[in-house]
């Protein structure tokens, strides 16, 4: 009989041993294996002699096992290999576990399907190699559908195939449901996924929800967010720290008002998207050679932000030469974009081919005559023609010949574009209160650019109190103080020589912004005219 015991406790504790003897040890005529002793102690029966104690300390328990001899071990793991196999072959009966080749044909198998469902609707899927998809062909085709209810054609899913990597439920749903709670409407949903089809993977808290937060952190107001990201979508895939935030401070660097970022990038937020040193930068400082102060340059894009998405190279530079090639001095280019800097990014030869045409046809106009015109009125490369003969026949009705009426178009051009019921007013009251001859409009065709009732009327009222004869130019052509002063004199001697009224100042482009007044005919006036260009 061996007895192992338990033995190396560290710490005292409560010590409870159970004791089994060995199998063959008997008591009287009953073996202590059968006894109630032996039940009581809950003793295992292990073939040969030897006693197992078991005990538990602090919660622990151990167990002795009996020292067998060395050809019991060994008859012991051959048994234990034999049962192991019995178990495999047992296992392997009841469930065969595919193998990880197994595994890859049937997932190859079931892209086959689903590349044989898109094909089949006329998708090319050579690009989605290495993208997970869906198992089955049934809900690849809910996923199409999917796209397809909100706009997308086969031909916009075609562009972007990885579209069909995004769940319906996880992905498409929940970016769609935010966009619409931020106010962009669903209606422009189709246009906003084929200019930015992935936003389609995006997450809301992660990626979109910190875009719309710093876009109002930039005075874009909360309202405005939904039209600045109809007008771009790309700007939520743009990181908040790149190129957003540094073409912001660059024009604020240039002087543009921190009050007017909001408005700017709210009419062309694609600025958000330009580079400095590749767009912006090069654009500013181009338009600083032609002579336009910084300053100034930062007002036009207060005013029109969109210039800075004209290409410099292959559109600006071209129409400014385009501008030298038809006689513009180059003295006069920094005037000419700063009242219309548009000039520079329209496609311009075909635009004064036009109008060269038109004019030499109406008014046997000279074609090198298009400069001085460009000169006093860039806008007039815009005009449409109808307004355009509309307003050269109500000058002939008036009484001028064509090379009168070809005289005042060069040297006031913008008489192609005014209102014209305010035109006729002011022709009326020309003939029927001031009775002057026609030569006078001739001689001064900018008497149509001001307001009858603010300017003309109580200027001409005066001077017939005052009994003065003077030129149309010496009474309009001045400022009220001005005027008052002139008023002041006895008699004139000699007209003062003003500057020509259609020559832009520069300084008033650099003066801080102000409101305008409302009850002005000529701004009126403005209005109308700009409802006549193209």
């Not at 078991?54 to 067998?68: E, L």
């Not at 219309?340 to 045409?357: C, F, H």
């Not at 003003?498 to 020559?503: G, K, N, R, V």
Request: glycine share 6%; hydrophobic share 35%.
């Amino acid at each position: 009989m061996k007895i192992r015991f338990c033995s190396g406790f560290t710490k005292p504790g409560f010590l409870l041993v159970h004791f089994e003897p060995p199998s063959v040890f008997s008591v009287g005529s009953r073996s202590l294996a059968d006894s109630t002793y032996g039940n009581l102690c809950n003793h295992k029966k292990r073939p040969g002699i030897g006693l197992t104690v078991q005990c538990a300390i602090a919660n622990r328990r151990f167990s002795s096992r009996p020292v067998d001899s060395p050809r019991r071990e060994r008859s012991r793991s051959s048994s234990g290999r034999d049962k192991d196999k019995d178990k495999g072959r047992e296992s392997q009966s009841l469930y065969s576990r595919p193998s990880l080749l197994e595994m890859n044909k049937e997932k190859a198998a079931n892209r086959a399907r689903v590349y044989e469902f898109l094909r089949g609707i006329g998708i090319v899927p050579d690009e989605l190699d290495g993208l997970e998809l869906p198992v089955t062909a049934d809900v690849m085709k809910e996923r199409v559908d999917f796209l397809h209810k909100i706009g997308l054609t086969i031909e916009d899913i075609n562009n972007y195939p990885l579209v069909l990597g995004c769940s319906v439920k996880k992905n498409m749903v929940p970016v769609l449901d935010y966009l619409g709670k931020l106010g962009v409407r669903k209606s422009t949903f189709t246009e906003f996924l084929r200019r930015y089809p992935q936003v389609l993977h995006a997450s809301v808290v992660i990626d979109l929800a910190p875009v719309v937060k710093y876009l109002q952190g930039l005075d874009i107001k909360p309202s405005d967010v939904p039209r600045v990201l109809e007008r771009y979508p790309e700007v939520l895939g743009f990181k908040l720290e790149g190129t957003m935030s540094t073409s912001v401070a660059y024009m604020v660097g240039i002087g543009v008002a921190r009050r007017e970022i909001g408005g700017i990038l709210t009419r062309y937020p694609e600025i958000l998207g330009m580079r400095v040193a590749r767009i912006i930068k090069p654009f500013v400082e181009y338009l600083e050679g032609l002579g336009i102060p910084k300053l100034a340059v930062a007002r036009l894009i207060e005013k029109r932000p969109h210039i800075l998405g004209f290409e410099l190279d292959e559109t600006a530079k071209r129409n400014v030469q385009t501008l030298k090639d038809i006689n513009v001095r180059e003295t006069a280019l920094p005037s000419i974009i700063a009242q219309y800097p548009d000039i520079v990014g329209i496609d311009l030869e075909p635009k004064l081919e036009t109008q060269r045409k038109l004019l030499c046809s109406a008014i046997d106009l000279n074609p090198e005559d298009l400069g001085p015109m460009i000169e006093r009125m860039p806008q007039f490369v815009s005009l449409n023609e109808p307004p355009m003969l509309k307003h050269i026949a109500f000058l002939k009705e008036c009484g001028f010949s064509i090379e009168e009426t070809r005289e005042m178009v060069i040297g006031c051009p913008q008489v192609l574009a005014l209102n014209l019921g305010i035109m006729k007013l002011s022709f009326e009251y020309f003939q029927k209160e001031m009775r002057r001859p026609l030569q006078d409009l001739v001689d001064f065709p900018a008497f149509f650019t001001y307001g009858l009732e603010s300017t003309v009327r109580p200027r001409h009222k005066k001077v017939l109190r005052k009994g003065i004869k003077c030129s149309l130019a010496w009474m309009l052509n001045c400022s009220d103080e001005k005027f008052e002063q002139r008023m002041s004199y006895d008699t004139i001697d000699i007209e003062e020589v003003e500057s020509d009224p259609s020559i832009f100042d520069m300084s008033t482009l650099m003066q801080p912004e102000r409101e305008e007044s409302d009850d002005s005919e000529y701004e009126e006036e403005e209005d109308d005219e700009d409802e006549e260009f193209a």
